[in-house]
C-alpha cells in the first residue's frame, strides 16, 4: 500500500533512483522523514554536483547545458552561508542581471532553496544570513569593481561565457584573501579559453563533469529532445552537451587561441562604425537567428584594422524586434551605417530598418558567392592581427570556431553578420561580392 505522504517526495528526484528504492521511500518513511529527505542535497545531488573533499582553492563543475551547474554553486554557498564556514563571499556572474536572476533569484539560486533565505538588499547587491554572513554580486563586465573587496569564498558561474574572464579572475584572486583557506567554485559549460585552462593547469584544482543526460529528470522533455537534435553528431555534442572541454575542430576556418590573442580594451578613435544585420528567412521559434554584430575600423590601406564591439543577434524575433535591436545598437555605438543582407527580405529588410532608424543610413547587400568564400578573406584579416574583439563573445566565437568543419549544419547567423560588417570596413564597397542597392 502506497504512504499517502508520498506527495511530498519530489517526483523528478525521485525518478532518477531506481523503482525499487522508489518503491521503498514512498512506503515506509514519514511525513516528516520524506520532508528532510526532500531537502537533502546531499543525498538527492549526483556526485559531481557536491563540493569534493580535500584541500583544493578551486573546484571547477563542468557541465552540459542545464547538467545542474548552477544549483551546484547555489547549495555550496548557501551551505557556507548558514554554517558561517565562510564569512564575506562574491557571487560573480557573466552580467548583474544574470548574477541576480540566476545566481541568486532564479529557480536554483540561493534564494530559492529550501533553507533559510538570507535577505537580499538590492541597491548594495548583498545577501545576508541571520549569523551575519555576507555575499556581494559582481558583473565578469565591470573587473574592476572586484579592485579592494576581500573574501574567504567566490562563486563563479559560466566563466566560459564572462565578457573578460581574464581580467576579472585576476582582480578576483587578489581579493580571495580571507581565512585559512579561500576557496573558489566555478560552475560552466566549457570552451577552450585561456582562463579555464589556467586554472585546470593549476595544482590544487580539482575537477568534476556532468552531462545534460545526468540531469535529465529535472529538464523539460522538450528541452531535452530539441539539444539532442541540434548537436547530436556534431562538432559541438561533447562541449554543449557532454561537458568537455574541446580544442578546435578539423576544417574550421578560424583556432580559439588566434581569438584568444586579439582580445584588446584598448582606446581607439574609429572613423567608420557600422552594425551588420543578417536578417532570418522566418520569425518564431523554429526560425534561424538573425544576427546582429557591431565592428569599428581606424587606418589606411594594409594597416586598416577593426574591433568587433558587440553580438547583439537575436533568435525568434519579428522583424519589428530585431530592427529595433540593430537600431539601439547603432545609436549607443554612434553607427554611420547599417549593413544588411537582402537575399531574405529584400526591400522589406530595408524598410523596417529604416523605419526603426530613420536617422542612420542603411546599406543593402547580397550575397552571390558561398558563406565559406565570404568568410575566408575575412579569417585571413585574424590571421594577419587586423581584426581584435573588445570582449569575449562566446556565442558568436563557437559558430567562429566550428564553421567549416565536418558535422557543421546550422545556419552561421552570428558570423554571417560578421562577414558582412567587416567586409564593409576591411575590404569596402569595391569588394566584388557585394552589390549596393
Not at 85 to 91: D, E, M
Not at 136 to 159: I, M, T, V
Not at 309 to 329: C, E, F, K, N, V
Amino acid at each position: 500500500m502506497k504512504n499517502n505522504y508520498a506527495p511530498n517526495l519530489d517526483a523528478a528526484l525521485a525518478a532518477t533512483l531506481p523503482p525499487q528504492l522508489q518503491e521503498h521511500l514512498l512506503t515506509c518513511f514519514s511525513k516528516s522523514e520524506l520532508a528532510l529527505l526532500s531537502n537533502d542535497w546531499n543525498f538527492w545531488s549526483q556526485f559531481a554536483q557536491r563540493a569534493p573533499d580535500g584541500a583544493w582553492r578551486t573546484w571547477l563543475f563542468l557541465g552540459g547545458r542545464g547538467a545542474g551547474k548552477s544549483r551546484a554553486g547555489a547549495e555550496w554557498v548557501s551551505a557556507l552561508g548558514r554554517t558561517g564556514r565562510a564569512r564575506r563571499i562574491a557571487l560573480i556572474g557573466p552580467t548583474l542581471h544574470d548574477m541576480r536572476e540566476v545566481m541568486i533569484e532564479g529557480q536554483s539560486g540561493i534564494r530559492s532553496l529550501p533553507y533559510e533565505r538570507p535577505d537580499f538588499e538590492a541597491s548594495r547587491r548583498r545577501l545576508v544570513w541571520a549569523n551575519g554572513v555576507q555575499a556581494f554580486g559582481f558583473s565578469a563586465e565591470d573587473p574592476d569593481s572586484l579592485r579592494g573587496p576581500q573574501f574567504d569564498a567566490a562563486w563563479a558561474d559560466e566563466l566560459c561565457y564572462w565578457a573578460y574572464p581574464d581580467e576579472t579572475l585576476s582582480a578576483l584572486a587578489h581579493g580571495l584573501r580571507l581565512g585559512e583557506a579561500p576557496k573558489l567554485a566555478v560552475t560552466t559549460t566549457p570552451r577552450p579559453i585561456r582562463a579555464l585552462k589556467q586554472l585546470l593547469a593549476q595544482f590544487d584544482t580539482v575537477v568534476t563533469r556532468a552531462a545534460t543526460w545526468t540531469n535529465a529528470a529535472n529538464l523539460a522533455p522538450d528541452f531535452v529532445a530539441a539539444l539532442r537534435q541540434r548537436w547530436t553528431g556534431s562538432a559541438r555534442q561533447r562541449q554543449e552537451l557532454l561537458g568537455e572541454l574541446v580544442e578546435d575542430v578539423e576544417g574550421a576556418l578560424w583556432r580559439r587561441a588566434e581569438i584568444e590573442a586579439a582580445r584588446t580594451r584598448e582606446p581607439v578613435e574609429f572613423d567608420r562604425i557600422v552594425v551588420a544585420v543578417d536578417p532570418p528567412a522566418s520569425v518564431g521559434e523554429k526560425a534561424d537567428q538573425c544576427g546582429i554584430v557591431a565592428a569599428g575600423a581606424w587606418g589606411e590601406g594594409w594597416r586598416r584594422s577593426a574591433i568587433v564591439l558587440a553580438d547583439a543577434s537575436l533568435h525568434g524575433a519579428t522583424p519589428h524586434a530585431w530592427a529595433q535591436q540593430a537600431a539601439s545598437l547603432a545609436r549607443s555605438l554612434g553607427a554611420h551605417a547599417i549593413v544588411a543582407e537582402a537575399n531574405n527580405g529584400g526591400e522589406m529588410v530595408r524598410a523596417v530598418l529604416q523605419a526603426a532608424a530613420p536617422d542612420i543610413y542603411v546599406r543593402l547587400v547580397r550575397a552571390s558567392e558561398g558563406k565559406r568564400a565570404r568568410a575566408e578573406p575575412i579569417a585571413a584579416f585574424y590571421a594577419q592581427g587586423r581584426v581584435k574583439h573588445a570582449a569575449a563573445f562566446p556565442a558568436l566565437e563557437d559558430e567562429m570556431c566550428s564553421f567549416g568543419a565536418e558535422g557543421f549544419s546550422h545556419s552561421p547567423d552570428r558570423l554571417d553578420a560578421l562577414v558582412w560588417a567587416l567586409t564593409d570596413l576591411l575590404m569596402g564597397g569595391a569588394q566584388p561580392r557585394l552589390r549596393l542597392l
